[in-house]
């Protein structure tokens, strides 16, 4: 929906509970006409209902107003005397409409000094939980929100059964999109497997100050900018819209941001023409022959255990076992490799083009005709900056034609060599907002933007900032747990440290500070 369609409904719903409600504010010993102001109403609503004034901006909070609606009108209802379950019932399952009947078929009878607290065992288990999924989905949609890492295309730097914290506040809080949905749950509501969310009414795109720019290097979460699956659980056999908010949450490195030119020769990244040096905790992986004698005798269960091999290995000829092929190693383990008798050879494979499904022509699913182009060998590709303008030929329509009719809503066409966009004939094309580009450290085992392209602004997530679990699904035991991995910062220089016995001694004291306080009170008592 656009701002004015917004301005509409609001005006709209305004209307509807000022129609709704003006005998009840009569009752109450206020003006009719205050019911009919937007804002207003609801501040001197919640005088009416005992509630603090505070309530009125939940209101207008997305998802959380969700909950705050039934939650006034009950209120509103046990106010002028309607307190029964039958009512209770009414008022939600009618959308607060029953308001209507009561405002003008009943005697109305305000109660302003009514008791505010939960008249029994259940009323208050019911209030106390509406409060904590209010608090709860605050900080969840607007501070930080738990993760968890489903794939290796970030491998050594995030492990699948990371746990995360991802915070909202570095890059800025995104306002929820989509304003009819489940709190806390993304596009699937878990075990029934069915959309947790309604696709209309949609809010424009806006974002609240952040603390930090991304910056080349950061890992960041968005949505996949080409998602088109109904959910998580049902592969996308054809094409289903989904919101901007609720496409699948992926995690990769931010290798490229606004206003850089970006070239990938043999695997390795280059930005404005110099080679983009990793952090010290990426670790980036690629795919290797490795040459056998066949003949020294190597455990090579154990040596992939050395070795940290979690993508496996496999002979590329299983009748002569000479050529091993690593879909994933480090600069480290090519070096171990290297060093192990009977290896007599070790060579990075490089992917030459054309590649099937490379980007600008993921979408067809054809082999990059375009540019020749490989995930090992493709650009130099500009990564789009607001406000920016660039040339529109045939040539370099490819790169940018997702982001002309998919991203920023152009009505664009192609006649002959000529390129039109919402009707008129364009040479230029000038950038709404701000584009990304994505890449894992596993290099040959990663679904990124050398597939599907560039990331809008609109899509980021957020920035990892903390791995409070990390479970291994591989071990046994106690093992299952990745110890030295809990309670460690994905930032930062150096490698990761884990701060769980701090955590742990916090707790300790916490505990032990709180048995000698009830003790002193109970001396004291």
């Known amino acids: 929906m656009t701002l004015y369609l917004w301005f509409v409904f609001f005006l709209a719903v305004q209307v509807i509970h000022f129609i709704g409600t003006w005998k009840l504010y009569e009752a109450a010993g206020r003006k009719s006409w205050e019911a009919a102001i937007p804002v207003y109403n609801a501040i001197v609503l919640m005088k009416i209902i005992g509630r603090p004034t505070w309530w009125t901006l939940l209101l207008f909070i997305p998802i959380i107003n969700l909950i705050m609606f039934p939650v006034i009108w009950v209120e509103t209802l046990r106010t002028f005397g309607k307190k ?48 904590a999924i209010i608090v709860a989905t ?76 991304i910056k080349n ?6 949505n996949w900018p080409r998602d088109t699956a109904y959910n998580m659980y049902i592969p996308a056999d054809k094409f289903y819209y989904k919101p901007i908010d609720k496409k699948t949450n992926y995690v990769k490195r931010c290798v490229g941001i606004p206003g850089d030119s970006l070239q990938i020769k043999d695997g390795i990244v280059f930005i404005n023409g110099k080679e983009l040096i990793l952090p010290e905790r990426a670790k980036p992986q690629y795919s290797y022959k490795v040459a056998y004698d066949g003949k020294t005798p190597i455990d090579f269960e154990s040596l992939l255990r050395e070795l940290d091999i979690t993508d496996g290995a496999y002979f590329t000829d299983q009748e002569k076992k000479d050529t091993l092929y690593f879909r994933a190693l480090t600069q480290a383990s090519v070096e171990r490799l290297k060093n ?45 900056q607001a406000g920016k303008t660039v040339a529109l030929t045939t040539k370099t329509l490819p790169l940018y034609k997702e982001i002309i009719s998919n991203y920023e809503g152009n009505k664009l066409e192609v006649k002959g060599s000529e390129i039109l966009i919402n009707g008129k004939p364009a040479t230029t094309y000038t950038f709404k907002q701000d584009y990304y580009w994505m890449m894992g450290d596993n290099r040959h085992n990663s679904l990124d933007a050398r597939y599907f392209g560039y990331t809008p602004a609109d899509h980021i997530v957020g920035k990892p900032v903390f791995i409070w679990m990390s479970w291994d699904t591989n071990g046994k035991g106690i093992n299952k747990v990745r110890w030295n991995r809990v309670f460690t910062t994905v930032d930062g220089e150096g ?16 505990f032990v500070g709180e048995f000698f306080w009830r003790k002193r009170k109970e001396n004291k008592a």
Not at 149 to 158: A, C, D, F, G
Not at 217 to 222: H, P, Q, S, W
Not at 346 to 353: A, C, M, N, Q
């Open 84 to 131: 029964s379950t039958l009512d209770t019932i009414l008022g939600i399952f009618t959308f607060g409409f029953y308001i209507y009947y009561v405002n003008y078929t009943q005697k109305l009878e305000y109660n302003a000094n009514r008791s505010l607290t939960p008249e029994n065992k259940t009323a208050d288990t019911i209030s106390s939980l509406l409060f």
């Open 138 to 213: 605050l900080v969840h949609t607007y501070v930080v929100q738990p993760y968890t890492i489903p794939s290796s295309s970030l491998e050594k730097s995030l492990l699948i059964g990371d746990f995360l914290f991802v915070s909202k506040v570095n890059y800025g809080p995104r306002v929820p999109m989509t304003t009819v949905a489940l709190p806390m749950v993304h596009d699937t509501i878990p075990f029934a497997k069915v959309k947790s969310y309604l696709s209309w009414p949609q809010l424009p795109y806006f974002r609240l100050p952040a603390l930090e720019k």
């Open 217 to 222: 290097n950061d890992i960041v979460v968005f």
């Open 340 to 384: 192990t008798p009977g290896i007599t050879g070790v060579k990075r494979e490089i992917v030459k083009g054309p590649e099937d499904g490379i980007f600008p022509d993921f979408q067809d699913g054809k082999p990059s005709t375009t540019n020749n182009w490989s995930c090992d060998n493709m650009g130099p590709i500009y990564i789009p």
């Open 495 to 510: 490698q990761p440290q884990s701060y769980f016995k701090y955590f742990l001694i916090v707790l300790a004291l916490y």
